[in-house]
C-alpha cells in the first residue's frame, strides 16, 4: 500500500515557475511508476509527466515537454514536478500518483494524493 502527500500549491503569475512535491508512504511495486495529473474545472484528468522511480525514465504530455520537469529523490520518497513558463491554461488540480508503468490512462494508476490547485493569473 502507498499514501501520496501533495504540498506545494498555490498562485503564480502567468510566465512564472512553481514547484509541486509528492512524498509517499509504504512500499507497493517493486520499480513504481510515479506521475503527475491535472485535472481542470470541468474536463478529465490528464496526464502531465511520470517518472520510473528505478533509472528514472521520464515521460511527458505534449503540453508539459519543454516546459515542465518531473524529478524524484529516491532517499526522500519524493517527486517533484517543475512547471516553467506557466500559462493560465495550466491551471487545475494537480494530483500524483503511483502505478506499475508509464501511462497517460490515470485509470492505469492505483494510488493517488489528495490534489493540489494550482492557478495561474492572467
Known amino acids: 500500500q502507498l499514501q501520496l502527500v501533495e504540498s506545494g500549491g498555490g498562485l503564480v503569475q502567468t510566465g512564472g515557475s512553481h514547484r509541486v512535491s509528492c512524498i509517499f508512504f509504504g512500499r507497493t511495486y517493486d520499480d513504481p511508476v510515479m506521475a503527475w495529473f491535472r485535472q481542470a474545472p470541468g474536463k478529465a484528468r490528464e496526464f502531465v509527466a511520470g517518472i520510473r522511480w528505478i533509472g528514472g525514465k521520464s515521460n511527458y504530455s505534449d503540453s508539459a515537454k519543454g516546459r515542465f520537469t518531473i524529478f524524484r529523490d529516491n532517499a526522500k520518497n519524493t517527486t517533484w514536478l517543475q512547471m516553467d513558463s506557466l500559462k493560465p491554461e495550466d491551471t487545475a488540480v494537480y494530483y500524483c500518483?503511483?502505478?506499475?508503468?508509464?501511462?497517460?490512462?490515470?485509470?492505469?494508476?492505483?494510488?493517488w494524493g489528495q490534489g493540489i490547485q494550482v492557478t495561474v493569473s492572467s
Open positions: 500518483s503511483a502505478g506499475p508503468d508509464i501511462e497517460m490512462d490515470p485509470g492505469r494508476y492505483t494510488y
